[in-house]
Structure formats: structure tokens, C-alpha cells
């Protein structure tokens, strides 16, 4: 009862926030939690859904080089630019925070409530994306490393 509480409550800030994602995801759980087998089904998807999402966002991000948008041209225009250089270090950060991201919400479940909860107040509150929670918990292991390597 507890859990269907909380997603009621996640689905009402989503709601008030406007956010269609955090609706959509949110319905997508409900209508699970009510299907058959759903104790075999969910814990599939929870560790296997980030994997998932990763894919679709990459395939996202290769379809405007499949539709020619994006050619070696514009490759070799992004060693060009401050910004260009900017943005694959940003990648490579996210790819390794990512990294340490995955092994730390399975090491230490709890932070997955505290991102969670970040993650829809940033949502909700500062209009930002839910696109994050992996590289959240990356940055997170770094810090709490950092802390605990400091104290």
C-alpha cells in the first residue's frame, strides 16, 4: 500500500509540475505494479532498464547522422572550437560518472530514494529533465569518496 501511496504522490507533483515524462513514467509503473507477475517483471526491468534508456537515447542521438544532418564535415568542425573540445570532455566525464553511477545505486540502494527525490524536485521545480539520475549517483560517489578520503 505504501508503495502505490508514493507513486500516487510522485504522479500528483508530476502533474502539478507538468511534466508529461514523469506522468508518462509514473503511469507506465502503476499500470505494471497491476499486471500479473509483476514481482518477476519489475526487478527485470529496474536493473536492465537503464541499459535499456541508454539505448533508445543513443539511438536518438544517432538518427541525425543517419538522415545526413551530421557528416565528418561537422566531426572535424567540432575539433575546431573551444566548445567542441568542451563537449567531449563533458562526454567522456559523463560516460566514467555514469560508470561509478550503475555501481553505486547497486551498492548502496538508499541513494536511489535521495536521487529520486532530486530528481523530481529538479523536475518539477526548476523544469529540468529526469535524464540524469545515473550520472547523479556517479557524481555522488565521487563526493562521498572525496569526503570520505578527506575526514
Do not use: C
Amino acid at each position: 500500500m505504501e508503495s502505490w501511496l508514493f507513486l500516487a504522490l510522485v504522479l500528483a507533483i508530476a502533474i502539478v509540475g507538468k511534466n508529461t515524462s514523469l506522468i508518462i513514467a509514473t503511469g507506465v509503473v502503476m499500470v505494471l505494479k497491476l499486471l500479473p507477475f509483476t514481482t518477476k517483471w519489475l526487478p527485470v526491468i529496474q536493473s536492465k532498464g537503464i541499459n535499456w534508456g541508454v539505448t533508445v537515447i543513443s539511438v536518438a542521438i544517432l538518427i541525425p547522422i543517419a538522415t545526413g544532418q551530421i557528416g565528418f564535415k561537422d566531426l572535424f568542425q567540432t575539433f575546431k572550437t573551444p566548445a567542441g573540445w568542451i563537449a567531449i570532455a563533458a562526454g567522456i566525464a559523463v560516460a566514467i560518472l555514469s560508470r561509478y553511477g550503475v555501481d553505486q545505486l547497486a551498492a548502496v540502494p538508499q541513494v536511489t530514494v535521495a536521487l529520486v527525490l532530486g530528481t523530481i524536485i529538479g523536475v518539477v521545480a526548476f523544469k529540468g529533465i529526469a535524464a540524469g539520475p545515473v550520472i547523479a549517483s556517479g557524481m555522488t560517489f565521487v563526493i562521498v569518496s572525496l569526503f570520505n578520503l578527506h575526514f
